[in-house]
């Protein structure tokens, strides 16, 4: 059913008011301030903030055994050694796998779910709303016994799809939610007047709705993503195969009971560190503006 | 969307029925033949000794094959009850003392005594590690486990340190505290010792209380003794070590950090177990460390608590427990014990693999080994029976110990809650029995 609101008339079109210019006295104030005020608590902040990644890049690339406070003479060897003695290469292929089927199978269900809390109204929507609202207060370890029972029914035990399909369903409540509240800030008539020029309602939403999403998009995607990279209970649980398991496995199976090899573990938390490193340093500007647009209450 | 799906495939399930593979199933011996699963309960360093044994066991056994799966240490314990539970168990699994009571009650494993009684392992295998296990398991004093090493407490002191300042090894508690104090130069960051504060500390405090009480014994009656006067005083002067003789940050050491502290530093000793000592070659090479047993006391008498003993379980819902037992005979045979040992350090099951001469070479094994079987230690052993034991020595009372180190509550009202903990389990184990 179409919502009330869909059914009136588009409103007019709201010509853009003119940024109000800044007051002259902020101006002022902040030129006024000299730089160190600001500058040395951010470099003392920034300090503090970056001093344990300095000392993981430290294990990573000095020798084993050095105790230099400079990674000097640099060395590769506790790359080469997690990526071909401890698999990291096969733990990498498998989280990236885990992390674009989760983005994608995330993405598009929570895309036509949040469509129709958007647009449709119906009878348990509130209903609906609340349930998504409450299964995210189920911790993933309460239902790991009853998982790990449906997965071995599915024959999906050992298999990156038990992973993918958790993660997706885990990941789905909040992504709906944030998505249902984009589309919601999308203007109805604009889907109308594609319909009056002969759109369906798929190719309306497809070239008026969906271009607008994009930030919505990205960060729900790159949520869903960087979730299922780090996420190390369910592939704990679910796979057993090393040739099957992820980064976050991996990296636990470098501590030992007795014994760590600190070079390889930072090595290996590099590893698992840049592409969520990357994925931000590239999406930070629609992520921000996601999360905010994604907030309004509908 | 979680929800609904979930309650969908909850149903599904529950509509399959159950396919045999949790807990009460009772398996079957099977061909002997065929594909067989082994979880190892220390995964990651030891997966290639592991891979090693199980490509010997394949050679000799061409109709066998072994899927291994390694799992880090600190997980495996819910990684296996979760497959009791929920069905997907492997037929054969690392289980030591520390497991073993959890898994035995939820009735997991295979009892091993008959087997082993016609197995060529029979009076092969180290008796005290033998009835560690048995003691580990439960009230039914069955054997679930075959031992295949034993770890060990060791002092591990930096000989050039000692060297430097005049001072005699730490082979007495006496000599011990004497060089915690002459090894400390704090304003120079140089610490005599370093004490584990975090994760793992009430072991290692327990280590030390009853190695200088001389208590050689856990229960009086059914009263523990880890608050007797003499270990209320012990553990005084070892936790008086914190910040006089220690760096200040030791009071949330795990080993992880107490170890990588010790290799990176100047700190001339460490209580660990054999576990860490290729990362101490590593650090310092062989020639700057020793590793020596814990020290005795003034009469000369070395006391010490039980390291967990490790071993292999067979599962009871094992659909091949014929090809699983030869596979953990296979494990615990000489040369395959020894291999194993050998790459980890520690204390081979089998009394043959003992005599190798790699255990001759290598000083802490050596000293280890004859410290657990000449006679010279007695060993405290610690209630891993217990099925609240894992909770009351780690999340029940690690905090406290932290407070003891920082000064917020006495070593008398830390040992007395501890004691008040243990002889509770203890009587509610009784009482079940």
Not at chain 2, 23 to 29: L, R
Not at chain 2, 95 to 106: E, P, R, Y
Not at chain 2, 348 to 363: F, G, H, I, L, Y
Request: hydrophobic share 45%.
């Amino acid at each position: 059913m179409i919502t009330e609101e869909a059914t009136q008339a588009a409103p007019a079109p709201v010509r853009a008011t003119p940024e109000p210019p800044r007051p002259a006295t902020r101006h002022r104030a902040w030129d006024e301030v000299p730089r160190w005020h600001v500058y040395l608590p951010l470099s003392v902040y920034l300090v503090f903030t970056l001093v344990p990644f300095y000392w993981i890049v430290l294990f990573a690339l000095r020798p084993a055994g050095s105790t230099s406070l400079v990674p000097w003479p640099v060395t590769f060897d506790h790359f080469e050694k997690v990526w071909t003695e401890r698999s990291f290469g096969t733990y990498f292929q498998n989280s990236v796998l885990v992390g674009l089927c989760t983005l994608v199978l995330t993405t598009l269900v929570a895309l036509a779910g949040g469509y129709a809390l958007a647009r449709f109204d119906f009878k348990v929507k509130r209903g609906f709303l609340l349930a998504l609202l409450c299964s995210q207060f189920v911790p993933g370890a309460l239902l790991l016994v009853p998982l790990f029972e449906i997965f071995a029914k599915l024959q999906l035990i050992n298999s990156l799809g038990s992973v993918i399909l958790a993660e997706t369903v885990f990941q789905l409540p909040l992504s709906m939610i944030l998505l249902s509240n984009f589309i919601k800030n999308v203007p109805y008539s604009l889907e109308e007047a594609a319909w009056v020029d002969g759109c369906n309602r798929l190719t309306a939403f497809r070239i008026v709705v969906l271009p607008l999403l994009r930030p919505g998009l990205i960060a729900v995607g790159s949520f869903a993503f960087v979730h299922s990279w780090n996420h190390f209970l369910f592939a704990l649980m679910f796979l057993n195969n090393q040739d099957k398991q992820t980064i976050p496995v991996g990296l636990n199976t470098l501590m030992s009971a007795d014994s760590v090899d600190l070079g390889a573990l930072a090595a290996g938390g590099i590893i698992a560190a840049v592409p969520v490193v990357l994925v931000f340093a590239f999406i930070q500007k629609w992520l921000i503006t996601g999360f905010s647009a994604g907030a309004v209450k509908g | 969307m979680a929800v609904a799906l979930g309650s969908v495939l909850a149903l599904t399930a529950t509509a399959c029925g159950d396919d045999g593979s949790g807990s009460g199933d009772k398996g079957s011996e099977g061909s002997g033949k065929g594909r067989i699963v082994f979880w190892d309960n220390n995964g990651g360093v030891r997966t290639d000794v592991w891979k090693q044994i199980i490509a010997d066991f394949e050679k000799a056994n061409p109709d066998v094959d072994v899927e291994y799966v390694g799992i880090a240490s600190t997980e495996y314990q819910s990684k296996v009850d979760t497959a009791i539970q929920g069905g997907g168990l492997p037929d054969v699994g690392g289980v030591g003392a520390a497991m073993l009571a959890g898994f035995s009650a939820q009735d997991a494993l295979e009892p091993l005594d008959g087997r082993l009684a016609k197995s060529s392992l029979n009076g092969l295998l180290n008796k005290d590690m033998l009835t560690s296990l048995k003691a580990a398991g439960g009230r039914d004093g069955r054997l679930y486990s075959v031992p295949t090493s034993a770890n060990n407490g060791v002092l591990y002191y930096r000989t050039d340190l000692f060297q430097k300042a005049g001072l005699q090894a730490p082979t007495t508690w006496d000599a011990f505290f004497t060089a915690a104090e002459k090894l400390t130069n704090a304003g120079r960051n140089e610490f005599g010792y370093t004490i584990r504060g975090g994760a793992g500390s009430i072991a290692q405090a327990l280590d030390a209380m009853y190695g200088q009480s001389g208590i050689t014994s856990f229960w009086n009656g059914d009263r523990t003794t880890v608050n007797d006067p003499a270990n209320v005083a012990a553990l005084e002067k070892y936790a008086g070590l914190y910040k006089k003789a220690t760096p200040a940050a030791d009071v949330n050491n795990d080993f992880t950090k107490m170890v990588a502290q010790w290799d990176s530093g100047t700190i001339g000793m460490l209580n660990h177990n054999l576990g860490s000592y290729q990362d101490h070659v590593k650090a310092f090479g062989a020639a700057k460390f020793r590793g020596i047993p814990q020290p005795t006391r003034p009469d000369g008498k070395r006391v010490q608590v039980s390291n967990p003993v490790d071993g292999l379980g067979l599962f009871k819902s094992s659909r091949n427990k014929e090809a699983a037992w030869k596979f953990i005979e296979f494990a615990a045979s000489r040369a395959e014990n020894s291999k194993f040992n050998e790459s980890a350090g520690q204390v081979p099951a089998n009394t043959q693999a003992a005599q190798d001469p790699w255990v001759q070479k290598s000083e802490p094994t050596k000293l280890a080994a004859a410290a657990l079987s000449d006679g010279s230690t007695t060993i405290v052993q610690l209630p891993y029976y217990l099925p609240d034991w894992n909770t009351i020595s780690k999340a029940d009372n690690e905090p406290n110990f932290q407070k003891v180190l920082l000064g917020k509550m006495s070593a008398k009202k830390f040992l007395d809650t501890l004691a008040e903990q243990l002889n509770e389990a203890q009587a509610e184990w009784k009482r079940q029995g």
